[in-house]
């Protein structure tokens, strides 16, 4: 287990337009507001599209993620997520996800990683920025290569 205390800085409300990339857009706001890292406490989404981690097909190892997607359409999703930064590349890399209901039947409901999604109407999302610590994501080698978020006071 790993814990820090997070030196909060600005909290933003960001509204994504119709036809957006999701993570295009979420990508510009933290360039264009100099947001590194962070969280996202919530978000509300109409999204005409999205890939969400998931199969269909039984899992040959239960213990192991899975790295195939499920594609749906015509959504409305809840979500909220981390953003860490890679110093190396100098970019953000976000971990989301969502809840999102299939409108046309009857709302049923799927809960997973967001992988793509492509904004229907609207995006509405709360953004708290994280001063300190660092906020990374280091890859486990031992686990899969899973990208787990780790807490850097170093820098």
Request: with cysteine; charged share 20%.
């Amino acid at each position: 287990m790993q814990s820090a205390v997070l030196e909060i800085g600005r909290t933003f409300g960001v509204t994504f337009d119709h036809g957006d990339n999701f993570f295009d857009a979420l990508r510009t706001f933290c360039v264009s507001n100099g947001v590194r890292q962070g969280y996202i406490p919530m978000f509300l989404a109409g999204l005409r599209d999205v890939q969400l981690v998931g199969t269909c097909e039984k899992l040959k190892d239960p213990q192991a993620p899975v790295w195939s997607h499920v594609h749906l359409e015509n959504v409305e999703a809840l979500g909220g997520g981390t953003i860490a930064f890679d110093p190396v590349e100098e970019k953000i890399l976000p971990h989301i996800h969502v809840t999102v209901g299939l409108k046309p039947h009857s709302a049923v409901g799927h809960t997973s990683h967001l992988l793509s999604a492509t904004v229907q109407f609207l995006t509405e999302m709360l953004v708290v920025e994280v001063l300190a610590p660092n906020m990374r994501r280091v890859v486990a080698r031992d686990m899969y290569d899973v990208p787990l978020l780790t807490f850097d006071a170093d820098g």
